[in-house]
Nanobody, 119 residues
Framework: QVQLVESGGGLVQAGGSLRLSCAASGRTFSMNSMGWFRQAPGKEREFVAR????????YYADSAKGRFIISRDGAKNTGYLQMNSLKSEDTAVYYCAARMTPNGGYDYWGQGTQVTVSS
């Protein structure tokens, strides 16, 4: 079992930056990957980025490429999503999630943190 708690959301002006954190606890040694997702009002939840916990390989949605950087600090059991050049369309609730297997869906989810980008 893994517990995830997001933090770092807030209000930011378009073009600005924000760093989200995801603190993990429990069986973190069994985590295969940590991913970030977001959901805007009235829209489906969408994938943003993921990082392999061991090795650190990354993968990004097209909307995040070149602007967002996903990383992790294994010693702190914490994942991060650095968001740069923020746009109004980035406004959403951001969730982190843990995947316990190499493939398939994500098994555990955080409560979410609100990111609002003003123009």
């Amino acid at each position: 079992q893994v517990q995830l708690v997001e933090s770092g959301g807030g209000l930011v002006q378009a073009g600005g930056s924000l760093r989200l954190s995801c603190a993990a606890s429990g069986r973190t040694f069994s985590m295969n990957s940590m991913g970030w997702f977001r959901q805007a009002p009235g829209k489906e939840r969408e994938f943003v980025a993921r990082i392999r916990w061991s090795g650190g390989s990354t993968y990004y949605a097209d909307s995040a490429k070149g602007r967002f950087i996903i990383s992790r600090d294994g010693a702190k059991n914490t994942g991060y999503l650095q968001m740069n050049s923020l746009k109004s369309e980035d406004t959403a609730v951001y969730y982190c999630a843990a995947r316990m297997t190499p493939n398939g869906g994500y098994d555990y989810w955080g409560q979410g943190t609100q990111v609002t980008v003003s123009s």
